[in-house]
């Protein structure tokens, strides 16, 4: 009986564990790569080298794949890229906590376009409001950098074409989509991160920080989440995602001193909120998380 409910329990700390990895690794890249090769630099180091495990280990070039699963694929990267450079890119002068809570609307907009059921449109106004709480609009005084906040809003946007297309890929193996979109995704990230760092870019020291980077960051918690998806329905799955804002905040603040104001707190729960009440209600759909 408590084998059972332990085994049970291992999707949820596979989830967990994605989730902290991803926020630990965003954390080691803004604390020790941003300073030597900015966020361009550290996006292309975590891209390329996410590619080259992930392409190692699921080994996609077994699986005959069609142009028109090729053409998806490839759009699928490259919004992967673009929105993993705007992320960082937003992370130069806004908190992660803050960059994930913006980032999150994407998701929740393709909730809206795909739905004409009233609760979706409760739980966007939720995040909306939150949006509303922190984003420097006339009369808000949130403190925010406005570029920082543009580049997380691009990022979003990303997001929520990142889902359209993977939804056109689910008939084919998770991890040979995410593979070879990295591929595809790190011809958009390694250009613009050479140009700004490519005179100290293959240093040693950098090429081993953005290897664990890409594992910690990228590669380890796309392994656990596709381990948990198979475990999991998809919108328990959908609630155990939308914790990463909490986590997200938590580990900047330990790892990074990144402190918010209650504004900003009550933002991000409106934005967990959104998220946890999108997956409860939603019917049949995929989740699906970036990084």
Not at 164 to 185: D, E, N, Q, R, Y
Not at 214 to 227: I, R, T
Request: glycine share 8%.
């Amino acid at each position: 009986m408590q084998s059972s409910a332990s085994h049970r329990l291992v999707p949820f700390f596979m989830v967990l564990g994605s989730i902290l990895s991803m926020g630990v690794g965003t954390s080691l890249a803004k604390a020790f790569l941003f300073p030597l090769v900015g966020a361009t630099g550290t996006t292309a180091l975590r891209t390329g080298f996410s590619a080259l495990v992930l392409l190692a280990l699921f080994r996609p070039w077994r699986k005959a794949i069609t142009l028109r699963d090729l053409k998806f694929i490839a759009l699928y990267g490259v919004t992967l890229g673009t929105m993993n450079l705007c992320f960082y890119l937003s992370l130069q002068t806004i908190p992660f906590g803050l960059a994930v809570a913006i980032e999150f609307i994407g998701p929740l907009a393709v909730t809206v376009i795909y739905s004409r059921r009233l609760a979706d449109f409760v739980w966007i106004a939720l995040a909306v409001t939150g949006m509303l709480l922190i984003l420097p609009l006339k009369g808000n005084h949130s403190g925010l950098d406005l570029t920082g906040v543009v580049f997380a809003l691009a990022a979003a946007c990303c997001w929520g074409l990142y889902i359209v297309f993977g939804k056109m890929l689910s008939h084919l193996p998770s991890g040979h989509t995410v593979a070879i979109g990295l591929v595809f995704a790190s011809m958009v990230t390694l250009p613009v991160g050479l140009l700004d760092a490519g005179a100290i870019f293959t240093h040693p020291y950098l090429l081993l920080m953005g290897l664990v980077v890409a594992v910690v960051s990228s590669s380890l918690p796309m392994s656990l989440e596709m381990a948990a998806l198979k475990r999991l329905p998809h919108k328990t799955f959908g609630i155990l995602v939308s914790m990463e804002l909490a986590v997200a905040a938590f580990v900047a603040f330990f790892m990074l001193a990144e402190n918010l104001t209650p504004t900003q707190v009550l933002a991000i729960v409106f934005s967990i909120t959104a998220g946890v009440g999108s997956a409860m209600t939603a019917r049949t759909r995929s989740a699906a998380l970036p990084t």
